[in-house]
């Protein structure tokens, strides 16, 4: 099975361009996951960070069986450290099909910082970018339209054992 790690623009495009910026697939699964806990003080600790889980449903890449990977192959990305989360499923896309995948360099507030009356300097990350078809009613027209969905530190992008993609 593939792995890529990401952590920067250029470690992001290997694996993009690998996976064919997931073209023609859609997000089967996603987890969204709290990095906050619950202290043995009974005190709270809030990191304002979560780890998203997505599995894309996918085959449209070159690298796999004549010529595309078998039809229900499922590709895992991990992603760590994320903030800025912002999905937009609303009903004028259509489905939940993706025309692109990509990932731009970004910049954030630094997990956990309140800060009042002062300037603290914003933390470089990354940002996932998703581009879909959205359809504008009163023009009767598709459109392609890209927006961020979160930022992240680094990400893992692996392909997924055939016993575990069977449960499509």
Partial sequence: MTSFTVTSTQTAAGALNYFNGFHDGFMKRIVIESQD??????????TGLFDVEIDFAHYNYADG???????????????????????????GYLGHTVI???????SRRRAGQVVIGRMVAPEECLG??????YYVE?????????????????????EQPAVLSGRL
């Fill in 128 to 133: 996932l970018r998703l581009g879909r078809h």
């Fill in 65 to 91: 069986a004549a010529p595309f990977h078998p039809y229900n192959q499922i590709v895992r990305a991990d992603f760590r450290n994320v903030q800025d989360i912002l999905a937009d499923f609303h009903v």
């Fill in 100 to 106: 692109s995948l990509s990932i731009a360099n970004a």
């Fill in 138 to 158: 009163n023009e009767r027209r598709y459109e392609l339209r890209e927006s961020q969905l979160f930022t992240f530190t680094d990400a893992v992008f692996e």
């Fill in 37 to 46: 806990r619950m202290e043995e003080d009974r005190g709270q600790t809030c």
